[in-house]
């Protein structure tokens, strides 16, 4: 009888079974966090701050849906407490608050610019309104019968009382006579 040869196919290593050395079991906490392709540098990094027992403490403690954004925070604070041991990562936050500030004051510029920008639009269409409007009172004052029934409200309005005119009480009304139609 001959022998069966069978290929195995290799085994993907999580980062952190890797960086062990040791087998990758299918139930690993890390496998879904730290990949085969950069898991090692990033375990190794999370490894050397935190220590890999409390990081699966702490992983077996949250939530498995919750358990990516604690790794990916993990590894950033790891990341900046190597690269600078002294402030960490508040010298990234620090950077960001920066560039925050100077965005806000960017976004001031660009909004003053774009109120101004509305103003002059709003400058433009009042005094090309105001050219349309000489140019058609010039039109219509040529001793036209138009221009004899213009009125000019803010005199007209300031010259006549309405609500004293419109009194009911102030008139005396006298009543209709109406006449029969004559028949001659």
Known sequence: MG???TSQSPIAFCGACKFFRRKCVPGCIFAPHFGSDQGATKFAAVHKVFGASNVYKLLL??????R???VVTMSC???ARLSDPLYECVSTIHSLQQQVESLQ?????VHAQLINSRLAMANA?????SQQMAVLQSTYSH?????NNLINIPTFTS???IASETDPSSHSLKPLQLSEPSLD
């Open 3 to 5: 022998k069966l040869i």
């Open 61 to 66: 403690n949250i939530p498995v849906d919750r």
């Open 68 to 70: 990516h954004d604690a």
């Open 77 to 79: 604070q790891a990341q």
């Open 105 to 109: 004051a960017e976004l001031a510029i």
């Open 125 to 129: 269409l009042q005094s090309s309104s």
């Open 143 to 147: 001793n036209s019968a138009a221009s």
């Open 159 to 161: 010259n006549f009382d």
